[in-house]
């Protein structure tokens, strides 16, 4: 496709020759409606492709007529019809009548005047700027159209219902265009923002190593295994040398990979020049592009990679690499994103001809991850770079850095490849090699290509030819050098003016019109080339700032699921530069068209064919890309489950207990917590989030997904949760507070009601080891049992404020202390003999019925709904109308003498009620030991029952699973810190050390809430299953967690 802006195209069919192939239609060129017309002017494509495509796009026409008339029309026939009044035409596809032929005073020429017979397709009534031609017809049945309008065509019924169908299978393609453009673009963002929290989950993974670093260097932590030498503070990491990779550079048997690949035969000249010839270089050529062929061997692979890394230190000595592109015919081929995609590169040298001096190749960075074939991708680049250096170049992607190959698959692929030890070590060799890689690359002078885009600041070219290139990429822009090196890899264009967010992240930026302008004047360029995203618009390539900045990304149905085209620019000196777009073949599909005869007619089947599978594959990718995005909705749910529960619970309207909210209120909640981008319209369709009459349970949709655990790996919660109330119970008895302190402790605001911040200041005040999260959730499930017990309590009783406060997130104080209870009541510091705390034991049930029916008899008022006296608020009424000397405590004398006047009561429960016993029961109540009783000591005692349901100990142990599910990548690359034998196993004192040096770097960014506390780590610790060798098995541990559907799978627990 021609690009704008440049010289006009000239005739195509003499550069073809010159490699052995006519330059191929780009994908644009292919389209059930109007292809041709479809492209921009000055398209210059090979006469006999062009034939081709327009017959197979007429084959599809009812009649003979029809396949001869559109053909005539998509070659732009310039055939003039005549027209008489009175002819019945089909006039933009619908039915009309001639009513005028002849000149008109508006415009010069000859003109048609039509009258649509049943539809008001027109513009007027046949009177046009004062002057009636014809009519008067209906209001807007009348148009004008020039004589040698292509929009008129005789009529036929044949026509009218091949019309009538066309129209339809139009409206439903545009519809389908239209939801498949949501769902990309919502994907797309879905995948920037994951890139970008791995970039944040690596500053947590570095902070983490630090943290050991001084640990170790100070002789903390007690870890079991010496760990490697200390990560290096500065920025600025030195290369190592490749023997520092530990890597067996000779082939063996064992070596990994496919022991029937090619061998490697380097070619050293007289000046130590590395080189490789030509058959051996086709010889991994043919073996790649045979389906099911293994990776070369581990040993090839290091020689390989050692003398590509040579090459590139003495070629590449700046951040821009400048390119003269080749005398005609020569051209630079210019390729986007390929992410492991080998069958997208395979073809790209099959459609375009394999990297010579005179068809020089430039990948633009991102060449790792995603797909498998990463590794042979770069086997090819080296390779053709070692046989021509000039015929091949790469430029450096944010993509090409152990950040993003941790997570996005390169490491895998390298430890599937070539087993963990060899495969960590080409890995780390690859990585290596990626830092020899330039930034951008600059052709001819003006045309400047870099992976992401342009920078926040103003920086000229002069700037990046002297930044020190050779080093990991920063996780954040920082400031000097790191903007360069961030912005280089990361930005991404906006239509707006200046420096804009960027929706993958807040470090991430964007960079508008006026930016790209002045970049270009500055160094007097006239293109920016860039890749970095796969185009809103499915196709490989995307136009930005009136035709300054281009994207192009060259792998075709990207991850298997997205449906879109791949994208390739050529750039020939004062030629006219073109996009091609294709969708790649199979490697089996591919080795069939290169034994064709005829190779550009095979050329030209295959992709008819594979943008005819493009087009019908497009809505199972956009089902695929659903299914996608519903998996990032459900983490993001669980991630942010305490934030959307205030959200909803703050605006809802509905009856206590209800929980139900319009399913606009759950949409807007949302885009408002989750992510704005998403298509929160269809997603509420795709999850069936709402019920017939359009509302949304918040608490069910809430509950609905987990981090769950696969339980055969030990973990056990069981006594957790109960020890974390225990906890702040004993805290509370203990601090010995008066009641009305106590529940100032519990209430700042003093208006009956518990917030998060009030129940997250008294956890912190208590010293309670649990997370801001973990008491987030805690609260929530008070307040969703506070609002189910009060509507099953009595359904027929309407809401009230209380009630509207308590959805809005807050809990009755007295519903906080009938749920602060635990199994067992807390030992009294008093009572020494084990006996004595048995028989005491035995006589609290008895006595709390006895109180509790004393209480609601005297101090609650007659007719008073149970809803509004839970027991917690009983027992305060009856504490205080004992407590004879209104001081807040009640001494052993007071309780003696209340707890003597229900002597029946007592007797009847079998309690005895003589003076030394009553005592006895006062001293056991007693858990300070300081001869009174507090309120929380009453209360501790007399409601010893079990209160935390299953609901409630499930959001207390999913706070546990969601710390450790979300915090994955530190934590694994905190634990290899001690495993030195690459085994996933080490001891659990270096498990224990690892996991808290992470929380502790997730507390210093402020990101504590996903972290854990000391003891909480332990007992995971402690619970996980040993290997034989005593060791955790941590890569088994940390792959056990997932996001699950409790509406479709049972949680593994």
């Known amino acids: 496709q021609a690009l704008p802006g440049n010289p006009a195209p000239r005739d195509c069919s003499g550069r073809a020759a010159a490699y052995q192939q006519p330059l191929p239609l780009g994908g644009a060129c292919l389209g059930p409606e109007g292809p041709l017309r479809s492209l921009l002017p000055g398209l210059a494509v090979n006469t006999a492709i062009t034939a081709a495509a327009v017959a197979e796009d007429a084959a599809g026409s009812s009649t003979a007529a029809g396949a001869a008339r559109n053909a005539a029309h998509w070659l732009g026939s310039s055939a003039m019809s005549k027209w008489n009044v009175g002819d019945q035409v089909l006039c933009h596809g619908k039915v009309a009548v001639v009513r005028f032929v002849g000149e008109v005073k508006f415009a010069t020429g000859s003109f048609v005047g039509v009258e649509f017979l049943k539809a008001s397709a027109g513009k007027h009534d046949g009177a046009f700027e004062g002057v009636r031609y014809f009519g008067p017809t209906a209001p807007e049945r009348a148009l004008f159209l020039r004589m040698e309008s292509e929009a008129l065509m005789p009529y036929t019924p044949e026509d009218e219902a091949a019309t009538i169908l066309q129209a339809q299978v139009r409206r439903k393609e545009a519809t389908e265009q239209v939801q498949f453009a949501k769902t990309f673009k919502a994907y797309s963002n879905m995948e920037s923002r994951g890139e970008s929290e791995r970039l944040i989950n690596n500053v947590y993974s570095k902070t983490a190593s630090t943290i050991l670093d001084d640990e170790a260097e100070h002789g903390e932590g007690g870890g079991t295994k010496p760990m490697p030498p200390k990560t290096p503070k500065t920025p600025m990491v030195p290369m190592p040398s490749f023997e520092a990779l530990q890597l067996e550079v000779e082939p063996e048997a064992s070596d990994g990979g496919d022991i029937t690949a090619p061998r490697l035969d380097f070619i050293v000249d007289d000046v130590g020049r590395t080189s490789v010839d030509r058959a051996c270089l086709d010889a991994v050529l043919r073996h790649v592009k045979r389906p099911g062929a293994g990776p070369l061997t581990a040993g090839c692979m290091a020689r390989l990679i050692k003398a590509g890394m040579d090459l590139l230190r003495k070629e590449y000595t700046s951040a821009l690499n400048e390119i003269e592109s080749p005398q005609l015919p020569g051209r630079v081929v210019v390729l986007g994103d390929t992410h492991g995609q080998l069958e997208d590169v395979l073809w790209l040298f099959f459609e375009h001809g394999e990297p010579s001096a005179n068809n020089v190749y430039l990948f633009n960075g991102d060449v ?99 930044l020190p290139f050779r080093r990991p990429l920063p996780e954040r822009p920082g400031v000097g050098t790191d903007i360069l090196l961030f912005d280089s890899v990361w930005s991404d264009p906006h239509e707006g003016k200046g420096i804009g967010s960027n929706a993958r992240g807040d470090a991430i930026v964007s960079f508008g019109a006026d930016v790209t302008r002045r970049f270009l004047k500055a160094d007097n360029l006239r293109l920016v080339v860039r890749s970095h995203q796969v185009p809103d618009s499915g196709n490989g390539y995307e136009w930005h700032h009136a035709g300054k900045t281009l994207t192009v990304f060259s792998a075709s149905n990207y991850c298997g699921d997205c449906g879109n085209l791949g994208g390739a620019l050529i750039l020939m000196r004062g030629e006219q530069d073109q996009i091609f777009e294709h969708w790649a073949p199979p490697l089996e599909e591919l080795q069939l068209l290169e034994e064709e005869a005829d190779r550009a007619q095979a050329r030209i089947r295959s992709q008819a064919r594979c943008f005819s599978q493009q087009k019908a594959s497009r809505k199972k990718a956009r089902e695929r890309m659903e299914l996608d995005i519903i998996r990032r909705v459900q983490e993001l749910v669980v991630r942010r489950k305490a934030e959307l529960f205030e959200y909803w619970a703050e605006a809802d309207t509905s009856p206590r207990g209800v929980f139900c909210i319009p399913a606009t209120l759950w949409r807007e909640g949302c885009a408002t917590i989750l992510d704005d981008s998403m298509p929160w319209v269809r997603l509420q369709e795709a999850m069936g989030v709402a019920d017939a009459n359009g509302q949304v349970h918040y608490v069910k949709f809430l509950t609905r997904y987990r981090v769950a655990f696969d339980c055969s790996f030990g973990l056990s919660a069981a006594g957790w949760e109960r020890a974390v109330w225990s906890k702040l119970m004993e805290t509370l008895l203990r ?250 196993q080490v001891t659990p004192e270096d498990f224990v050390k690892a996991w808290r040096a992470v929380s502790t770097a997730l507390t210093a960014a402020g990101d504590g809430n996903d972290s854990l506390g000391r003891s909480q780590i332990t007992e995971i610790a402690s619970h996980l299953q040993r290997t034989p060798s005593g060791e955790i098995d941590y890569e088994a541990f940390l792959r056990s967690f997932r996001i699950v559907d409790t509406h479709l799978l049972p949680t593994p627990r």
């Open 735 to 984: 601090a010995d507070l008066p009641l009305r302190e106590a529940l100032a402790a519990l209430d700042a605001t003093s208006d009956g009601l518990v917030s998060a911040v009030e129940f997250a200041r008294l956890i912190e005040s208590c010293h309670v080891r649990i997370t801001p999260l973990q008491s987030r959730a805690l609260l929530r499930s008070l307040a969703v049992g506070q609002g189910r017990a009060a509507g099953t309590a009595d359904p027929e009783q309407s809401w009230s404020t209380t009630a509207t406060q308590a959805n809005a997130g807050r809990v009755s104080v007295w519903d906080m202390l009938g749920r602060l209870t635990v199994s067992l009541p807390v030992a009294s510091a008093s009572t020494a003999e084990p006996e004595a705390a048995q028989w005491a034991v035995s006589m609290l049930r008895p006595l709390a019925a006895a109180v509790l029916d004393d209480a609601w008899n005297r101090v609650v008022p007659a007719g008073a709904p149970v809803s509004d006296w839970p027991v917690a608020k009983v027992l305060a009424a009856w504490f205080e109308d004992v407590d004879r000397t209104h001081n807040g405590y009640l001494d052993e004398e007071e309780f003696v003498a209340a707890v003597a006047t229900l002597a029946p009561a007592l007797q009847k429960g079998g309690c005895p009620t003589d003076t030394d016993s009553l005592r006895r029961l006062a001293r056991y109540l007693d858990v300070v030991g300081n001869g009174r009783i507090n309120y929380f000591e009453l209360m501790n005692g007399l409601t010893w029952e079990d209160s935390l349901g299953n609901d409630f100990r499930e959001d207390v142990v999913e706070t546990l699973h969601a710390s450790i599910f979300f915090n994955i990548a530190p934590m694994r690359a905190s634990l290899r810190r001690f495993d030195l034998e690459l085994n996933g």
């Open 368 to 466: 790792a991850d995603r797909g498998t074939g990463a590794t042979e991708i770069m086997a090819l680049i080296l390779l053709f770079k070692i046989w021509d250096p000039n015929c091949i170049h790469m430029n450096r992607g944010n993509h090409e850095d152990p950040i993003m190959n941790e997570t996005y698959g390169f490491r895998d692929e390298c430890v599937d490849k070539w087993g963990v030890k060899k495969g960590n070590d080409l890995f780390n060799a690859f990585n290596t090699l990626f830092q020899y890689l330039p930034l951008a690359s600059l052709i001819d002078n003006e045309v400047f290509i870099v992976h992401g885009g342009l920078w926040r600041r103003d920086f000229r070219l002069a700037q990046l030819r002297r």
